[in-house]
């Protein structure tokens, strides 16, 4: 049997797995299939068509997300991790930072492009170490 929270949306044909339990304000998309036993946490959105396996846990405990939109890909990060998503290509920040001039020139990027996300990745860093800095449901 599975758990739902108050004013959770589940969509059109989503399939829901035994004992999966899904948090309060949560979304889960059209077609998408949650798994047994699988958790989704507080205000969590699992998008259309999407699949959660078995036993797999999605959190509800990011308390802010980075999205930019940089001249090729966007890059987006969701506090309190410090996993970096550039394009398909997700890495530490730390990773980043010393992997992403390889990553553009493989990926086509112009020097220009390379130097831009080179820019933007110090940028993400300093808010990842700022978000990590703030107490519990405070501000920095």
Known sequence: RATIGDRAWIGDHASI???ATIGDR???GDHASIGDDASIGYHASIGYRASIG???TIGDDVTAVLCIQASAHQITVCSPSDSVQIGCYRKPIDQWLT???EVGAAN???PAQVMEYGILLQAVKAW????????EGGVA
């Open 128 to 135: 990842i170490t700022a978000q990590a800095a703030k107490p």
């Open 54 to 56: 078995d036993g797999a």
């Open 26 to 28: 949560a979304w889960i």
């Open 108 to 110: 086509d990027y112009t």
């Open 99 to 101: 992997e992403y001039a």
């Open 17 to 19: 797995g035994d004992r």
